[in-house]
Every structure is written in structure tokens, then in C-alpha cells.
């Protein structure tokens, strides 16, 4: 303590250049916060799930349905009958194999063309396409392409063309 003309001034402390930090505080903030969005996102989580199994079930149901009324078919039911009880068509389809139209087999005197040597395939007369008359190599490419030099060249670098 200094003494000046009989006053007496208590002794000073040196200025901080900074106040000190409650660490612990701090740490015990930033947990709660976490907390929060980490129970906010087990929240969503669990709503997503919820949404995916309300999905599946849904998906289960729609086949189930449209097994069902394709067993009632088979069992004679027609679809107008089917609709005036109040039995609408399944929204999908039940899975297996697509029905379409029968194939018949051709009458006395007409041909499929398989018979004749005849393709089912295009006709003689429309264009060849771009790579039509090259040579292809093993994995399905152009004998062009495969020549090429490298990544990045195209066909225009290569010496065939």
C-alpha cells in the first residue's frame, strides 16, 4: 500500500488484455445445443422410417389386391360384374408374367416367314445405320474406334478416320 499525504490507496492490479473465459459453461452450452439437433434428427430419422415401412406396407397391400381380383377373374368373375358390386380394378397389376394378346398359330396357307428363310428383322431397303459394314472388334466397338490412340483422341486423331 502506498501512502500519499495520509491517504491510504490499496495496491493495483496490472490490466488483463482479456477477461477470462468460463470454459466449462461454454462446453455445457454447446452440449445442450447438440442435444437439440440431435434429438431433432432422430425425430426425422424416425419419421423417414415410419414413411419407408408405411411405403412397403402399401406396396404389400396393392399386390395382395390385385392378386386377389386376378383370382376372381380366373374364377369367372368378369370386370363389368366385378364394377357393379362395387369392385373397381386393381391400380397395379399382380406381378408375374404380362398377359397380352394370344399368339395363334397362322392359317392353312399363310406364312410367318420363318419357314421361307425370310427375317423378322429391318427390311433390305431402309439405310444401314452409321457403323454398318465395319469390322467390330471383341468388346462390340468399330474396328475405327478401336484404333484410336488413346484416352481423349477421338476418331478424327486416328489414322483410319
Known amino acids: 500500500m502506498t501512502t ?6 490499496p495496491p493495483t492490479t496490472p490490466p488483463t488484455t482479456s477477461a477470462r473465459l468460463d470454459t466449462d459453461r461454454i462446453e455445457v452450452a454447446a452440449r ?28 404389400a397391400a396393392e399386390r395382395h389386391d390385385a392378386a386377389a381380383y386376378t ?3 380366373r ?9 357393379r358390386v362395387g369392385l373397381d380394378a386393381p391400380t397395379s397389376r399382380a406381378p408375374g408374367r404380362p398377359r397380352g394378346t394370344q399368339h395363334r398359330t397362322p ?9 421361307t428363310g425370310q427375317s423378322r428383322g429391318p427390311s433390305a431397303e431402309q439405310e444401314p445405320g452409321p457403323d454398318a459394314g465395319q469390322d467390330t472388334g471383341p468388346a462390340g466397338r468399330s474396328a475405327a474406334a478401336a484404333s484410336s490412340t488413346g484416352p481423349g483422341s477421338s476418331a478424327a486423331d486416328s489414322p483410319t478416320g
Not at 392359317?107 to 419357314?115: K, L, N, P, R, Y
Open 4 to 9: 500519499t499525504s495520509g491517504n491510504t490507496t
Open 32 to 59: 445442450a445445443l447438440l442435444d437439440d439437433k440431435i434429438t431433432a434428427v432422430r425425430g426425422l430419422a424416425a419419421a423417414r422410417q415410419a414413411r419407408e415401412d408405411a411405403r412397403a406396407g402399401l406396396a
Open 71 to 73: 383370382a376372381a377373374l
Open 75 to 83: 374364377a369367372g368373375w368378369t370386370t363389368d360384374e366385378l364394377k
Open 107 to 115: 392359317a392353312a396357307g399363310h406364312s410367318t416367314g420363318q419357314s
